[in-house]
């Protein structure tokens, strides 16, 4: 069997008692370890679980599957995810890869930040598509994850932004045996780069005489380790998240749309500063 197994946003014990038996009785248990992060290392996972984990990178998952899914037809495999094995179509890949071999799978679901941005206090059923902002190189700068925030929002929509990971550069170590692969540490993106990102964008829209659904003014919210201890969260216009402070990864934001008053009053619960929240915010309330 191969299972594949969430494990939540925060650290070892988020993994549910199934999911912890499971990992218990495997004979191998893969860790993915590229399309999020936990508040705690590989170590506190292993003396946690009571298992050795191996890292499966980018390259094994994409490239090297059939290493994971080798003997699991004759022997119980386990694939774990941060948050829930669905949230990156990887792991569909996955899936449909060892269907194809004829080995049965099983799914242990976890909390992920698709349902855990619930906390900011916007309802979970009215948001929008969710978009993925991506960072920005010299030469590469695409807008159109703000058209789908537009369009979200022309909906009265919230929309929920994952911030870009920027894979670790590989390069060849000739000084090392057999040119091992080296890495370079990952990038995060903030709130603050995201938010420049879109005032840019609104900047541009402007300068092509278009006067743009989102400003500057538009309430969002910063939300920063979901569902660690040092969880944060800020609530304020897009520009004030271009400034505010909410530490190392991971982040999200969401940009809101129209919002129920109830989710005004818990948003001013997190808000940056109140006076000129309100001047903004009761523009868009139903």
């Not at 860790?31 to 984990?53: C, H, I």
């Not at 995060?188 to 900047?203: G, H, K, P, R, T």
């Not at 919210?221 to 400034?243: E, F």
Request: glycine letters at 8%; proline letters at 4%; a negative charge.
């Amino acid at each position: 069997m191969l299972y594949l197994v969430g494990l939540g946003l925060g650290d070892a014990k988020d993994i549910t008692v199934k999911g912890l038996e499971v990992v218990r009785q495997c004979r191998r248990v893969y860790l993915e370890a590229y399309t999020s992060v936990l508040a705690v290392g590989r170590e506190a996972l292993e003396e946690f679980y009571g298992k050795e984990l191996i890292l499966a990178d980018r390259e094994t998952v994409e490239q090297e599957a059939d290493s994971i899914l080798k003997d699991a037809d004759v022997c119980d495999v386990a694939f774990l995810v941060v948050g829930d094995p669905f949230g990156a179509t990887t792991h569909s890949d996955l899936v449909l890869r060892a269907v194809n071999l004829g080995i049965p799978y099983r799914v242990i679901h976890n909390a992920s930040i698709m349902n855990a941005v619930g906390c900011c206090g916007l309802q979970l059923y009215k948001f929008g598509e969710t978009v993925s902002i991506v960072f920005w190189t010299d030469t590469w700068k695409p807008e159109s994850f703000f058209d789908k925030i537009k369009k979200n929002r022309q909906n009265g929509m919230h929309t929920l932004c994952l911030l870009g990971k920027q894979q670790p550069f590989q390069f060849l170590s000739y000084h090392l045996p057999q040119g091992r692969k080296i890495y370079e540490p990952p990038r995060y993106m903030s709130v603050n780069q995201a938010a420049e990102q879109l005032l840019a964008v609104i900047q541009n829209r402007r300068l092509q005489g278009e006067e743009p659904e989102i400003t500057e003014n538009t309430i969002c919210v910063g939300l920063a380790r979901v569902g660690a201890p040092d969880q944060k969260i800020a609530s304020g216009t897009l520009y004030q998240m271009s400034t505010v402070e909410l530490g190392g990864p991971l982040h999200s934001m969401i940009v809101t749309g129209t919002m129920h008053p109830l989710e005004l009053e818990m948003l001013k619960l997190f808000s940056v500063d109140s006076s000129k929240f309100e001047n903004n915010a009761f523009q868009r309330t139903t």
